[in-house]
DNA sequence: TATTATTACCTAAGATTCTTATGTATGTTT
DNA sequence: AAACATACATAAGAATCTTAGGTAATAATA
């Protein structure tokens, strides 16, 4: 993902997000969607990705479907019903961190 | 440190970052004063953080004196001259992830 | 045309960071 | 007397990642 032990833990935020985004997306583009919206900077190694996806399936997150393009198989991924109410959870869960960090890191004076 | 995997990954540079704050803090005090900031919502576990110290410890980022207070041994890590300057990278790290995380939540439009 | 790069999927071993559970010991409150 | 708070610690297991491989098709390049 990056040298970043930071980004430990937020790879299904950034899936689940991206397709509630999109509608759906397969593996490889999510890969390179990341690559471009952060410059480069942040790299979803595939051995951290296909695990993650099969996991929300597994999980009723996500649901697939596989499509053939170029005699190349694409599995689509898509938010189910559920996904989609967890997704919600999940930003505020985001929202929530990034306060709580903001708090430690940059405590209001309190007098 | 809370049911929100987002955490992980975090507690050093938090750590790291209340030592540069404070000077000096001892264990059980860091959890009191993260539980403070983040009115409770967050929830640093002994079984994480006094590894923690003793890795950072260990790696020379941090330095300890034992003190006896109330016939009760703390012990009250500081940062080295090595530690300032990690502490400045983690702070660095923290914003760039902060931003990357922003940029694929809640894309710019390109248009 | 042979090689490398890109696209597209996958898994397994090991590293890292956490949770849960447990232990020790002192002081304070109920 | 029992429970809670303070203060340290470790060990087993869970979760998430990296590294390192593998398969296979298409595109670009030397």
Do not use: C, W
Not at 64 to 89: C, D, F, H, M, W
Not at 93 to 102: A, C, S
Request: hydrophobic share 30%; no cysteine; net charge neutral.
């Amino acid at each position: 993902m990056s040298n970043n032990k930071l980004y430990r833990g937020s790879l299904t935020t950034i899936i689940m997000r991206l397709l509630e985004q999109e509608g759906k997306m397969y593996g490889y583009e999510i890969t390179q969607r990341v690559k471009e919206l952060t410059n480069g900077t942040m790299d979803v190694k595939e051995g951290a990705l296909y695990p993650s996806l099969h996991k929300l399936q597994s999980e009723g997150h996500l649901k697939v479907e596989a499509e053939k393009v170029e005699n190349r198989i694409r599995k689509y991924y898509s938010l189910t019903p559920q996904g989609e109410k967890e997704v919600v959870n999940m930003m505020q869960e985001l929202k929530e961190y990034m306060e709580n960090m903001q708090a430690i890191i940059n405590p209001k004076l309190s007098f």
